[in-house]
């Protein structure tokens, strides 16, 4: 049976943003899904006060539905005008969740090996930067 668990190493703050990396994507991201969008592994009561928002990718949301389908789930595009939004004009005490290794790292999984793939992926670092 699956049996996601989200690990707590540190206290997050209602008063302040986060972005918090996620790793490793998979086929599916069922981990990151859990954790930040189905309240499975109780990311609420460890972090009470934290609003988690899980990011995908843009073109997702072109589809007809299924766009409505993925805002309902809490989900929003991998952008930088769609996490600036949620870092700086939202309030505060959102946490974007970012799948770092993106779809290039979901083509590379297989049973048993983890790959983290940050070549060309320091968007989100330049994000909590200028976020603070």
Known sequence: PLS?????????????NYIIGS???GILC?????NFITGSTGFSEL???IRP???TLAGNFRLPLFREYLM???LCPVTRRAIGHLLSKNGTGNA?????????ESLSCSPGVTTL????????VRMALQHG
């Open 4 to 16: 996601p668990q989200l690990v707590k190493t540190h206290d997050l703050l209602p008063g302040h």
């Open 23 to 25: 790793h490793p994507h």
């Open 30 to 34: 069922v981990g990151a899904f859990c």
């Open 47 to 49: 972090f009470p006060g």
């Open 53 to 55: 928002f899980l990011t």
């Open 72 to 74: 309902s789930g809490g």
């Open 96 to 104: 974007v969740a970012i799948v770092i290794g993106g779809a290039a």
């Open 117 to 124: 793939i940050l070549k060309n992926r320091k968007g989100f």
